[in-house]
Nanobody, 123 residues
Framework: QVQLVESGGGLVQAGGSLRLSCAASGRTGSRKTMGWFRQAPGKEREFVAA????????NYADSVKGRFTISRDNAKNTVYLQMNSLKPEDTAVYYCASDLRGPPTYVTAYNYWGRGTQVTVSS
């Protein structure tokens, strides 16, 4: 079992920044790809970013390229999402996920999910 806990969400103005963190516990010894997804009210959960153990393989959704940066600190079992130039359309609950079993951009590829952290961007 893997436990994931997100933090760092909040309310910001458009153009502002936030950094989300996801701390993993449990079976954290395996070299797993981790991802960030988000879900807005009335919409399906969508891919945001993913990063491999080494950091050599990184994927971003087109909507966040150039604005968001995913990174990880394996010694701390933590993955981060630096969010810059935030837009109102970025408003959503952000989830981290692990235990990849398929393409890293697919929501169905992950077995473990955090409870999410709310990000609200005002216009």
């Amino acid at each position: 079992q893997v436990q994931l806990v997100e933090s760092g969400g909040g309310l910001v103005q458009a153009g502002g920044s936030l950094r989300l963190s996801c701390a993993a516990s449990g079976r954290t010894g395996s070299r797993k790809t981790m991802g960030w997804f988000r879900q807005a009210p009335g919409k399906e959960r969508e891919f945001v970013a993913a990063i491999s153990w080494s950091g050599s393989n990184i994927n971003y959704a087109d909507s966040v390229k150039g604005r968001f940066t995913i990174s990880r600190d394996n010694a701390k079992n933590t993955v981060y999402l630096q969010m810059n130039s935030l837009k109102p359309e970025d408003t959503a609950v952000y989830y981290c996920a692990s235990d990849l079993r398929g393409p890293p951009t697919y929501v169905t590829a992950y077995n473990y999910w955090g409870r999410g952290t709310q990000v609200t961007v005002s216009s």
